[in-house]
């Protein structure tokens, strides 16, 4: 990565993470920061670091500026199955968990992809349409569930918006770790991802098999949602929009964006939970919430950008 991009992106984590810390309604009492804060600043640069990560390479591997998690239908089957998962009683902290989480986030991925192929040619507004749709179905399953689950709805409902909050120990070293094994994996296949970029034809004729290759990316990507949601709930539009700007910095090769792509990220939602807890003190709005308010315009705007390209 170009050192002056690595330093405007580091500049924006720290920025991101100083607010972070100093944002809120008690104060900068020690042991508010290194309790509360801090904590819960861990979580949101986790839950942002994957979640940009992802966006990165669904982006790359689709060749489809509009893919992210929550687009594809991937948040919300992390979501559906991490639900059914407490539901159920299983802890955070248990390998059951992250792999019915990983389950949930890798079947309504493909699911969505399968859909936008059966026209064919898997265009923009298909691969948009079929996330909408498995997403769509998806919440509509944990929303039932919630609905029957009563006594426990209310804090799985904040979980839904995409809540952060103080992350357990544990499972904060385990999706932080998922994180960093699924960015290390995918950085070591740069080259493939670049090649995949330039069409699965031109990917063949480099030495890349594009089916192997795509399912490879498919399961890191997924696995980088998967810790995401685990510690955060259902948070959109921090995978679409990160990979687009940090790429006006770090260019386009995947060596150099995806790295950026997971900072960018972990800069961005520590941000967002920031502001949700200290633009309306003593209330606080999720930063699930307050990433779809800055999030659905740029997607918006992104369509009209891929519609008025195809005149």
């Not at 390479?57 to 199955?81: C, E, H, M, R």
């Not at 691969?127 to 944990?142: C, D, K, P, W």
């Not at 990979?243 to 520590?270: E, F, N, Q």
Request: aromatic share 10%.
């Amino acid at each position: 990565m170009a050192r002056n991009s690595f330093l405007y992106i580091l500049a924006a984590l720290a920025a991101a993470c100083l607010f972070s810390l100093a944002a809120g309604p008690a104060g900068l009492a020690p042991d508010i920061i290194w309790n509360l804060r801090l904590p819960r600043t861990l979580a949101a640069l986790t839950v942002g670091a994957g979640l940009g990560l992802a966006g990165g390479l669904f982006q790359g591997v689709l060749k489809n500026p509009l893919a992210d998690p929550y687009i594809l239908g991937t948040s919300a089957g992390a979501t559906a199955a991490a639900v059914l998962c407490f539901l159920a009683g299983v802890e955070r902290t248990s390998p059951l968990f992250f792999i019915a989480v990983f389950t949930g986030a890798f079947g309504a991925t493909f699911l969505a992809y399968w859909l936008g192929k059966l026209a064919g040619r898997l265009s923009d507004a298909a691969l948009v349409l079929s996330g909408v749709a498995v997403s769509a179905f998806v919440t509509a399953l944990v929303m039932l569930a919630l609905s029957v689950a009563r006594e426990r709805s209310f804090s799985l409902f904040y979980f839904v918006l995409g809540g952060l909050y103080q992350a357990e120990p544990g499972a904060l070293a385990v999706s932080a770790g998922i994180v960093a094994v699924c960015g290390g994996l995918a950085l070591a296949r740069w080259r493939a991802l670049d090649a995949m970029a330039l069409g699965a034809e031109s990917a063949y004729h480099l030495g890349v098999d594009p089916e192997r290759e795509r399912a490879l990316f498919f399961a890191y990507a997924c696995a980088a949602t998967s810790a995401a949601v685990a510690l955060g709930g259902t948070i959109g539009f921090v995978g679409l929009m990160t990979p687009h700007i940090v790429r006006l910095v770090s260019g386009p090769s995947a060596r150099r964006l995806l790295p950026a792509a997971a900072l960018g990220g972990a800069a961005m939602l520590a941000a967002a939970d920031a502001a949700g807890r200290s633009l309306f003190s003593p209330s606080e709005v999720p930063a699930g919430v307050v990433m779809a308010l800055a999030g659905a315009p740029f997607f918006m705007w992104l369509l009209w950008r891929s519609a008025r390209g195809r005149r």
